[in-house]
């Protein structure tokens, strides 16, 4: 009698741990678009040269680091920068000042002339590297002696992230 106590104790304790085991699944899934984002801080509308000087026309002027942009994309990308047009406004429209008298470099880098036509200032080459990447903006303009004076030379430049 105690030998069938036992096999039922053990049978109901068998029981019991083979119905305290089960298993749920769950599928999870998730959608991640490509997100390509680019935004500016600083004093990016307050770039201006005051050329005075016969040096300053032939050096040309490095203005301080002009303001930062944020790049963020979760893909490899590229960022760009045109002109609105290949002269400046203003000054002479007979005598106009080509804008790639104005120059633009990123971090460290090298300047590199503008055109109304997209350059290439991040990730030429090779793509930058996907995140969330800051990177300051210098310009320097070298307008020579070339340059008919006028107090109202502008352009406007547009800085274009891509991520192919």
Do not use: C, W
């Not at 032939?58 to 930062?68: E, N, Y």
């Not at 030429?124 to 002696?145: D, L, S």
Request: glycine share 6%; aromatic share 8%; proline share 5%.
């Amino acid at each position: 009698m105690k030998k069938i106590l036992l096999l039922l104790g053990l049978l109901i304790l068998v029981t019991a741990e083979i119905r305290a085991q089960e298993d749920v699944t769950s599928n999870v899934a998730a959608k991640i678009a490509a997100v390509t984002e680019i935004s500016a801080s600083g004093t990016k509308d307050d770039a201006v040269f005051n050329f005075t000087t016969a040096a300053e026309l032939t050096d040309g002027i490095t203005l301080p680091p002009v303001f930062t942009l944020t790049a963020k994309s979760n893909k490899p990308y590229y960022v760009t920068v045109a002109a609105a047009a290949a002269n400046f406004s203003g000054g002479s429209a007979s005598d106009p000042l080509p804008v790639e008298k104005l120059l633009v470099k990123i971090d460290a880098g090298s300047f590199v002339p503008l055109s109304a036509s997209a350059t290439t200032i991040i990730g030429a080459g090779t793509n930058a590297a996907r995140g969330i990447k800051e990177y300051v903006v210098h310009y320097r303009m070298e307008p020579g002696f070339d340059a008919a004076p006028a107090l109202d030379y502008t352009t406007t430049l547009t800085y274009t992230i891509t991520a192919p």
